[in-house]
């Protein structure tokens, strides 16, 4: 259970850079999860850490020794895929004791093995099936356990649960959440889907255009976003953003934009110190809107009332700008109307419009 | 009225179809069946031929000379296609990558099979040549004694020939279905610690063996019906030594005017052919079988 470190990681094809130089810290025994959209660099990441794609430069360091030079099977890894990768033509057993019969383990601890890590996964009885007699959710399994009968130092998966339906993937990110705090190795998880990042991640290493972007727990990055990406990425449904200007009005500081002026509360207002441009980006999260307009309101025109059960989405609309608010489900909205929300003034968040930092 | 006419309507556009199919196919081919239980000069009309019921073919079954050639185009069919598709395959494992000038290498390796074969057949009986050859005249600068190419070794000689001209069939195919083998399969086998000859015996060749074992009875079908080249390179000789099928059928007919033993003969051939066919479609129908009872499975458990 190495700490894996990436030290100046870059990748190119050719001319086209998909990787500047990344620096990287993965700790000995965390789950850790690459996110971000598509081609923002996660899987090359982790395909160069599997040694599947070779780095242009910069090296990786296991526990401090060099392993770039390393071919895939040297680095004492196991990977999950996302289309799962079996061995189409081998049955489950083999399936998952191939790289055990390449060591030349002997027969009986190779069976063994297979028994329990397959019991463990509920697919002791399909063993002597081929992986075209599975459905998607076994195969996931099947691909699971494969990399946990290695008995590898370092589990990397790449997208699993993508190729799942919405309720599979559900059950396995549980599951999964489950086998993370069963095994202590290190975990390298990518994924582009925010929710599996925060339920599954110790840490979250928020990528786009190859470059971090933010790493932290779940609860940093939601809480303090670094900047307008991560806040727009991390949280669902997603934070909203509108053009504003900081005013001061009667020593008290003020964000206005069309259609709305919004006092700011004391720790926001201190952060604003380094703030040059009166010009800013505002964030609210559709959780900070409420029903309750005793504090600072705004007058917002439902367009639609997404029922989700207990909570509802409501799409609404402040002048042009698209925003969604997330309300209980007990007071019921009508399209068309107008009316006024509360902002929960201590949870906005101010950008730089020009660096997208957070301010 | 009007629903009869629609029921025929697809019956209508198979026509034309089937009417070529008739003529160009069944026709020769009843007619070559019929034939070939007649006594049967070039100079008769079908209608003045004498039935002779079997005889043609059980004449030809106790025929040593038949049964010579027959043996010659076993030899030639199953030493071709075993040589040529462990070299093809071995040629498409070492080629599926990507280097440089791939496209070019590809393009030069598949020439031969675009060669007309009277061409190959000439172009081979040059460099066979035994004084002025290609190889002959190259074994005399490295003072290596020179062979009798076409005369002692002539079964070899074409064998090396049609390997020249039919390897790269078996090259593109396979190289087809290398391309299209399962790409994460193979890196999860990396990952798992296989060497690159263990992915070779474990994972590609298992995959590819759908295309591979098709491919090997085209290819098989096709040697059995090998005919110009030998026919430009020896002419069956020396002797009967290469003296293929197709070759025996044609002099038959024309050499030895008996077009009732040739067509009989004709059918042994296309008999052996039928079965090798046969054998091909059962293959993929059996796979065809397989991957529906797997479906099938599937959804049970869905």
């Not at chain 1, 086209?16 to 090359?44: A, I, N, Q």
């Not at chain 1, 069309?258 to 800013?280: H, S, W, Y």
Request: aromatic share 8%; net charge negative.
């Amino acid at each position: 259970m190495p700490e894996i470190v990436f030290d100046g990681v870059e990748k190119s094809y050719g001319s086209v850079r998909v990787l500047p130089p990344l620096d990287l810290t993965l700790h000995d025994g965390e789950f850790t999860v690459l996110v971000g959209p598509s081609g923002c660099g996660k899987s090359t990441t982790l395909r160069i850490l599997a040694g599947l794609e070779t780095l242009s430069g910069g090296e990786i360091y296991f526990d401090g020794k060099p392993i770039s030079a390393l071919e895939p099977k040297e680095r004492d890894i196991a990977m999950v895929f996302q289309d799962y990768a079996l061995y189409p033509h081998m049955n489950i057993a083999r399936n998952m004791s191939f790289a055990l019969r390449l060591a030349k383990t002997p027969k009986a601890e190779i069976d063994a093995k297979v028994q329990r890590v397959a019991d463990m996964l509920n697919i002791g009885h399909l063993l002597a099936r081929k992986p075209a007699e599975l459905s998607g959710g076994q195969r996931q399994r099947v691909a699971m356990g494969r990399a946990l009968v290695r008995d590898a130092g370092t589990f990397l998966f790449d997208e699993p649960l993508s190729n799942l339906d919405a309720k599979l993937r559900g059950k396995m990110r549980t599951e999964l959440a489950e086998m993370r705090d069963s095994i202590e190795k290190n975990m390298v998880y990518v994924t582009h889907d925010q929710v599996e990042a925060m339920t599954l991640g110790d840490r979250i290493v928020v990528m786009n255009e190859g470059v971090v972007q933010q790493q932290g727990t779940p609860e940093e990055l939601f809480k303090e976003p670094r900047n307008l990406f991560v806040a727009g990425f991390i949280g669902s449904p997603s934070m909203n953003f509108m053009e504003g200007a900081l005013v001061d009005i009667g020593g008290e500081m003020h964000v206005q934009g069309a259609g709305f002026d919004l006092p700011l509360d004391a720790t926001t207002r201190t952060r604003l110190d380094t703030a040059t441009d009166r010009n800013v980006t505002v964030g609210i999260r559709p959780s900070s809107f409420t029903t309750d307009t005793s504090g600072a309101t705004v007058e917002l025109r439902v367009i639609v009332a997404e029922y989700l059960g207990a909570q509802s989405v409501l799409v609404t609309k402040l002048g042009k700008t698209e925003l969604l608010v997330e309300t209980q489900s007990t007071a019921p909205f009508k399209s068309g109307v107008t009316q006024s929300f509360g902002v929960n003034t201590d949870e906005i968040m101010l950008f730089d419009r020009s660096t997208g930092l957070r301010l | 009225m009007k629903s009869t006419l629609n029921r025929l309507t697809p019956y209508v556009f198979f026509m034309p179809a089937a009417v070529i199919m008739i003529i160009a196919l069944f026709y020769p081919l009843l007619y070559m069946i019929w034939g070939s239980f007649r006594r049967w000069s070039p100079s008769q009309q079908i209608g003045e031929t004498e039935f002779v019921g079997l005889r043609n073919y059980i004449s030809l079954w106790n025929d040593p000379n038949f049964a010579e050639s027959m043996g010659v185009t076993l030899k030639f069919a199953v030493s071709v296609v075993t040589i040529e598709m462990l070299l093809g395959v071995g040629l498409a494992l070492l080629l599926d990558r990507n280097i440089r000038g791939m496209s070019v290498l590809r393009t030069l390796f598949i020439l031969p099979m675009m060669i007309a074969p009277v061409v190959v057949g000439l172009m081979w009986r040059y460099i066979y040549h035994p004084t002025i050859g290609t190889f002959n005249r190259f074994l005399d600068t490295i003072g290596v004694e020179r062979v009798d190419w076409l005369g002692q070794n002539a079964l070899m000689s074409v064998i090396i020939a049609d390997i020249w001209q039919w390897t790269p069939f078996i090259f593109i195919l396979s190289l087809a279905a290398l391309q299209s083998l399962p790409q994460s399969a193979l890196e999860a086998s990396r990952i798992d610690g296989a060497t690159g000859w263990q992915q070779i015996w474990h994972i590609k060749i298992p995959l590819m063996m759908p295309v591979l074992i098709v491919t090997c009875l085209l290819r098989l079908i096709d040697a059995f019906k090998v005919l110009e080249v030998i026919l430009v390179m020896t002419e069956g000789g020396p002797g009967l030594s290469t003296e293929i099928l197709a070759l025996r059928i044609s002099r038959t007919a024309t050499e030895f005017r008996e077009l009732g033993v040739a067509a009989a003969m004709s059918n042994y051939l296309l008999i052996l052919l039928m079965l090798l066919t046969a054998a091909m479609f059962t293959y993929t129908k059996l796979q065809e079988a397989r991957a529906n009872r797997l479906r099938m499975a599937v959804e049970a458990d869905d």
